[in-house]
């Protein structure tokens, strides 16, 4: 008899789950991102010095993620008035302008609804969790961080700019893919498929391990 594993909170490649939430921006659903890559990012708390270096980076690379069809959603749980004051000390003590909305989330709705609250971590803080959202609304990417170690930027763009390529020309990427590198190609799917393969033009290691240029 086969058991089913259950896995509690949002997977991978099914909806992302629904939010209707005040931001720094007014008002936002999940819906309102329909059409485009959406990076929804939680940290613990307002004024504390990781989350701080985080925002930093987002807000700088902001421009980087817009070019390519995504935006950016921040959320932890704080008031409203409390964002707002974050976003002006990061520009007064930092010059850095914090462009996107960020979600107060008071009630813990959204981050328990994400898996965001993790017990060993916090019961009332959320942890530094990141989705990557496409524009259908699934859910394609999650990265979970412990609150004392901050995120990488420039991993979650890459990760991003890959699973974009990877949908847009049904490859695979290698470890550390950046723009530029050959791609994995499917491996083929019958033994007929595994012996042509040799003569199909790609740069083929073995019957299951070729890559090729975009």
Known sequence: MTQEIQTAGPRLNEAAPAFDAPTTHGRKTLDDYRGKWLILFSHP????????TEFIAFAK?????????????????????????????????????????????????????????????SDTAAVRATFLIDPEGKLRAMLYYPMVAGRSVDEIYRLLVALQVADANTCAMPENWKPGDEVIVPTPATPEAALARAGEGYNTVDWYFSTRAL
């Open 45 to 52: 708390a307002d004024f504390t010095p990781v989350c701080t």
């Open 61 to 121: 690379r902001q421009d980087d993620f817009t070019a390519r069809g995504t935006a950016l959603l921040g959320l932890s749980i704080d008031s409203h008035y409390s964002h707002i004051a974050r976003v002006l000390n990061i520009k007064e003590k930092f010059g850095v302008d914090v462009r996107f909305p960020i979600i107060a989330d008071l009630n813990m709705a959204v981050a328990k609804a994400c898996g965001m609250i993790q017990p060993g971590a």
